[in-house]
């Protein structure tokens, strides 16, 4: 059975820092595209950030790059996200994910596996 459970949301002030686990049991050993989304009331699902696994290579949204680290820990089956610097328009309920192939790891139609989220807060 496939599952993405999220974990480390919370609220926090802006300029402080939270870290998102991702644990994801199931999915056979395929280097797939595995990202963090984001979504506010109303609004889209908006990529954050996605590794592909199957060479290394990160990708981030323009909102986040520089503030946000995305890692994977292949043995522990963990996705991994470091916010630093957080500003209130972070405020979202995040997303982990699994897509169905590698390449183009922000388009968010590639991905058919969601966990069931976790809530970010961040007050002026």
């Known amino acids: 059975q496939v599952e993405l459970v999220e974990s480390g949301g919370g609220s926090v002030q802006a300029g402080g820092s939270l870290t998102l686990s991702c644990d994801v049991s199931?999915?056979?050993?395929?280097?797939?595209?595995m990202g963090w989304f984001r979504q506010t009331p109303g609004a889209e699902r908006e990529g954050v950030a996605a590794?592909?696994?199957?060479?290394?290579?990160?990708y981030y949204s323009d909102a986040v790059k520089g503030r946000f680290t995305i890692t994977r820990d292949s043995a522990k089956g963990t996705l991994v996200l470091q916010m630093n610097n957080l500003e209130p328009n972070d405020t979202a309920t995040y997303y982990c994910g699994y897509s169905r192939g590698g390449a183009n790891c922000l388009v968010i139609r590639l991905y058919y596996l969601w966990g069931q989220g976790t809530p970010v807060t961040v007050s002026s």
């Open positions: 199931g999915l056979p050993p395929r280097g797939n595209c």
């Open positions: 590794i592909w696994p199957y060479n290394g290579a990160t």
